[in-house]
Every structure is written in structure tokens, then in C-alpha cells.
């Protein structure tokens, strides 16, 4: 949970809809972000390094990334120097921030790790757990564009994916919108091919409906 200093400080309280991008910084100083409620994609550019942010993350955007709402967000913006110069004095908020770069850390080579040792559909099938845990099981405001960026795969191969899972009971779609029934039945899943005739089957079966 947010230190309880961070509710009660001074600090600015924004609003972003979906698809806006939250600035990266004002007046020359680092602006920082407290999620509140929402969810946040980190971006940068050649899309290697995208990163998905929930309440309670701490986020700090750079000019060469952007920040963006991936559902309606609303966060504390602060100054990386007004967050260092409060928590030199409160143990918990100290805490919090040694939290949050622990967890950054372990996040990073995890994803290291899966972009280096695993395939394509194994990628796909480890970031949506990992995801769903992250979010508490909640849905995910995540388009499958989105989820296939942070899987360094193609969108046509998490569709497919993602349509397997579903057919599974593992997961459901909307409209931007992804949730996992069993974050743990997901990781014990090793693969989602089908046979030529269970396509055909499914096929039909869409066709039908």
C-alpha cells in the first residue's frame, strides 16, 4: 500500500484519459507519477522496452520515452526533488521507494531473461501472467497491440494466442480489454498449437454463433 504521508502531502492530483500521453517533464526538473487508480505503458521509441505500470507504481518518464494512459488514470505528480527531500524524514516512505526499485529490478531481468531464452509463443503466454498478477486479476485495459509489444511478438501471433486461450477458458477479450481466469494454469501451459482439425472445428463452431 502508499505510505499514508503520500495522501495527505501537497502534491498535484491529474486526471488523463485514455490514450493521453503525461508529461515527461516541466520546468526542467524530472516529473514523476503515484498511481492512484489506472494503468500506464512506458514507450520508448524501437518499442524493446515497454513496461506496463499499475496503482501504487511509482513511474518517472525521459525525453526519449513516453508515458501513456492506457486506461482513465489518476496520479500524483511530483518533482523528484520535492519525493527525495520528504523521504529523507519518514522510514516508510523510504521503504516504499527501496520497493519500488527492487521490484523495477526484478521486473527488468525478468524480462531479459524471457526475451533471451524463450520462444515467441512461451513470451506471449509469461507476459500475460505476469501481467494479470500484477493487476491483481483484474481485467487489463491492454489492446493486443500492446500486449504484443511487451511480448516481442507480432500482433497477428497474440491474436491467434490469445483466441486459442480464449477457447480454453483462460482468458477473456473485449474492446481494449484482457482478463486472465488463472494466472498460475496459464504458466503451466507449454504450448498452444492446434491441430489442423481443431482449427477447422473452432472455425465452424465461430461460424455457427
Known amino acids: 500500500m502508499l505510505p499514508e504521508i503520500l495522501l495527505k502531502l501537497p502534491f498535484d492530483r491529474v486526471e488523463f484519459a485514455p490514450g493521453q500521453t503525461l508529461p515527461s517533464q516541466e520546468d526542467g526538473e524530472s516529473c514523476l507519477y503515484i ?21 501504487e507504481d511509482l513511474v ?4 526519449d520515452h513516453s508515458l501513456k494512459a492506457a486506461s482513465r488514470t489518476e496520479a500524483l505528480r511530483v518533482y523528484a526533488s520535492t519525493l527525495l527531500s520528504v523521504a529523507w524524514q519518514n522510514e516508510d516512505l523510504i521503504r516504499w521507494l527501496w520497493q519500488q526499485q527492487q521490484m523495477r529490478q526484478t521486473e527488468l531481468l525478468s524480462r531479459i531473461s524471457l526475451l533471451t531464452k524463450e520462444g515467441v509463443h512461451r513470451r506471449v503466454i509469461l507476459t500475460l501472467a505476469g501481467l494479470s498478477e500484477r493487476s491483481g486479476g483484474n481485467p487489463m485495459p491492454l489492446a493486443q497491440k ?20 480464449r477457447r480454453r477458458g483462460l482468458v477473456q477479450l473485449g474492446r481494449r480489454m484482457i482478463r486472465v481466469s488463472s494466472s498460475a494454469a496459464l504458466r503451466d501451459i507449454q504450448s498452444l498449437e492446434e491441430s489442423d482439425s481443431d482449427e477447422a472445428s473452432a472455425h465452424a463452431m465461430a461460424m455457427a454463433n
Open 146 to 165: 500492446e500486449l504484443a509489444d511487451l511480448a516481442g511478438a507480432t500482433r497477428e501471433t497474440t491474436s491467434t494466442l490469445l483466441n486459442r486461450m
Open 60 to 63: 518517472a518518464g525521459a525525453p
Open 35 to 55: 498511481l492512484l487508480n489506472g494503468c500506464v505503458t512506458l514507450e520508448d521509441p524501437g518499442n524493446t522496452a515497454n513496461t506496463v505500470f499499475w496503482p
